[in-house]
């Protein structure tokens, strides 16, 4: 299995940025696919964007579009999600999660593998 762990997380006023990584270990880190989700209070935890294996290919959720970017470096087994132009709707757990299975990129369910998760919180 694949461990993960989230970092980068903070307090930001909005219309800021933040980059969060993702730092996988244990199994090969190009054989998953990768997304981000996030988890606002009071509400249930949402897809944010997802990435392919090699990094070809990104979603993005219609809230973030143009404004957050997912990426990957396979050489350093890490996955990001850079932030910008935050809003205080954008405050919440953000979570990377991992998944073998090529479809079902918005299916929390397709995912196996899950970080702690990391906050965010935007301040207007």
């Known amino acids: 299995q694949v461990q993960l762990v989230e970092s980068g997380g903070g307090l930001v006023q909005a219309g800021g940025s933040l980059r969060l990584s993702c730092a996988a270990s244990?199994?090969?880190?190009?054989?998953?696919?990768m997304g981000w989700f996030r988890q606002a209070p009071g509400k249930e935890r949402e897809f944010v964007a997802a990435i392919s294996r090699t990094g070809g290919t990104t979603d993005y959720a219609d809230s973030v579009k143009g404004r957050f970017t997912i990426s990957r470096d396979n050489a350093k087994n890490t996955a990001y999600l850079q932030m910008n132009s935050l809003k205080p709707e954008d405050t919440g757990v953000y979570y990377c999660a991992g998944r073998l299975v090529g479809g079902r990129k918005y299916d929390q369910g397709a995912y196996s593998y899950w970080g702690q998760g990391t906050q965010v919180t935007v301040s207007s």
């Open positions: 244990g199994r090969t880190f190009s054989n998953y696919y």
